[in-house]
């Protein structure tokens, strides 16, 4: 019998990803998703939506007696760090309170195979380069707090034997397909919003910060494709067949641009100036964060490998005017 996979948050730019991967290689999917951030356009074809919250308890119920999932991954949450300082609560109630009331229900009906998209939020300020697994943990935001919170309650979990989880730390998701484009509702990612400025469709991007003690004195960051992460969650789900009861992993490609370097390269695929004014620091922003990812290698067996800067940049523009030009 095909897999049955419950995806909450499939209606998301890294769900949907994933989701079109788990269809392809023949497994049932559930997508549980409120669509306050997400887009109903944005699950594939084969996929059946149950539009909810993960915190519903009477509807989260009522999928899991009805569908019986052999596992599930969660993306569904609240993404964005700079609105996450400005309403902590709503954060903690979504990504650590509806969470639990999910994980409760999920145990309660028998499902105990669980991936978490965690983030690279969790460690702060990185202390050295490459940022490995064993890195301290310090979020430097309530949106990194939230999801160490549930690290914290998956690791006990798990301890208990209540379930085995994998917990999936991503550094920069990007790059599109035509199942995946990234359009978030507060959309704060660089890459979106310079491929916006180059169309003509926003204003000149804001560049935050070019003094920082980086080479040309803007942001390093790991950009990793999202297909890339959609191939790591279907290797996390074999990890979790195979009996692993616990493994908290980095998803990264391994390798650090600008945002100068970045948006070289949005002008050379797209053939478009960006228009750019420097803004100053956000704060909380890392002037670096790249990952190491020899732990995703050697556990999952996992390797990135359509995370190149022009690729992803050339799939996030061919997404960008699907979307936006037809
Ligand atoms: N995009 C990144 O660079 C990145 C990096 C690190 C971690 N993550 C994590 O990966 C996950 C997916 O990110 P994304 O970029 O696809 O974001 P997204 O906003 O595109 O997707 C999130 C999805 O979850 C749904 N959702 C939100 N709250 C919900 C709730 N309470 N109940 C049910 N559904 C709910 C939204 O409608 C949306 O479809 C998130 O948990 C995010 O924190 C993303």
């Not at 095909?2 to 209606?11: E, K, M, T, W, Y």
């Not at 559930?30 to 997400?38: M, Y």
């Not at 204003?203 to 790591?232: K, M």
Request: hydrophobic share 45%; net charge negative; glycine share 10%.
């Amino acid at each position: 019998m095909a897999p049955r996979i419950l995806v909450a948050g499939g209606a998301g730019f890294i769900g949907a990803a994933t989701t079109a991967h788990l269809l392809a290689r023949g497994d049932e999917v559930v997508v549980l998703d409120n669509l306050s951030t997400g887009h109903a356009d944005a699950i594939p074809a084969g996929a059946t939506l149950i539009e909810a919250s993960i915190g519903d308890r009477a509807a989260v119920a009522s999928l899991l007696s009805s569908f019986k999932p052999d596992a599930c991954i969660d993306f569904a949450g609240l993404i964005a760090t700079g609105e996450s300082m400005e309403q902590p609560g709503r954060y903690f109630a979504t990504n650590v309170g509806e969470t639990l009331v999910f994980l409760d229900a999920l145990i309660a009906a028998g499902v105990e195979k669980f991936v978490f998209s965690s983030s690279a939020a969790v460690y702060g300020e990185p202390q050295f380069l490459p940022i490995p697994e064993t890195h301290r943990t310090a979020p430097t935001s309530v949106y990194g707090a939230t999801k160490l919170h549930i690290e914290e309650a998956l690791s006990w979990m798990a301890r208990q034997g209540t379930l085995q989880y994998a917990a999936l730390r991503y550094f920069n998701a990007a790059g599109g397909s035509p199942q995946a484009i990234e359009r978030h509702a507060v959309e704060t990612h660089l890459i979106p919003l310079a491929l916006a400025a180059a169309a003509g469709d926003a204003p000149t991007l804001r560049l935050f910060g070019d003094d920082y003690p980086t080479p040309d004195g803007t942001c390093i960051r790991d950009y990793v494709h999202v297909e890339d992460l959609a191939t790591a969650h279907l290797a996390a789900l074999a990890a979790l067949d195979r009996g692993t009861k616990e493994s908290v992993v980095n998803l990264g490609s391994g390798k650090g641009f600008s945002n100068k370097e970045v948006l070289e390269g949005i002008e050379r695929v797209t053939g478009l100036p960006v228009p750019v004014v420097v803004a100053a620091r956000r704060a909380g922003d890392p002037a670096v964060l790249v990952a190491s990812n020899e732990l995703a290698r050697e556990v999952l067996g996992w390797v990135p490998v359509k995370s190149a800067l022009d690729q992803l940049l050339g799939d996030a523009w061919a997404a960008y005017r699907v979307l936006n030009h037809g």
